[in-house]
């Protein structure tokens, strides 16, 4: 349940630096930034590996391009659903995405998949 709540905080970190980097993206309220992570994580949880598949043949004719097109309609459509959260357009939606996604690959670098941060010691024995 932890690793649940660390990886809302992580996508509503994402959602702040975007919508304060990004002029075409704009978050109203607390209450949107925590409605918006949780249905970002459950669209990339169910509707995108849908999409995924749908759109397999057009990922491998661009080479895997089109995965960012894919990533900017998820964070569109969690855009479409709720009030508070506006994206003015493809572009701002293409980079809102990116920083979320950079967001998150950067800090599941430090936090392994149970949801707790992992610290590896090496120790070397002469």
């Known amino acids: 349940m932890n690793g649940i709540i660390l990886r809302t905080l992580i996508i509503m970190l994402g959602l702040f630096l975007a919508s304060s980097i990004i002029p075409g993206v704009q978050i109203t309220g607390t209450g949107s930034f925590i409605l918006a992570a949780v ?37 569109g459509l969690v855009a479409a659903l709720l009030d508070g959260f506006v994206v003015a357009g493809f572009w701002s939606a293409i980079f809102g995405a990116i920083i979320v996604s950079l967001t998150g690959t950067i800090a599941s670098w430090y936090i392994g998949p149970s949801g707790r941060y992992e610290v590896f010691v090496v120790r070397r024995d002469f």
């Not at 994580?41 to 097109?69: K, S, W, Y």
């Open 39 to 75: 249905l970002l994580g459950l669209v990339n949880a169910f509707v995108r590996p849908i999409a995924f598949l749908l759109t397999l043949p057009l990922t491998f004719a661009t080479l895997g391009l089109f995965l960012f097109v894919l990533n900017a309609a998820m964070f």
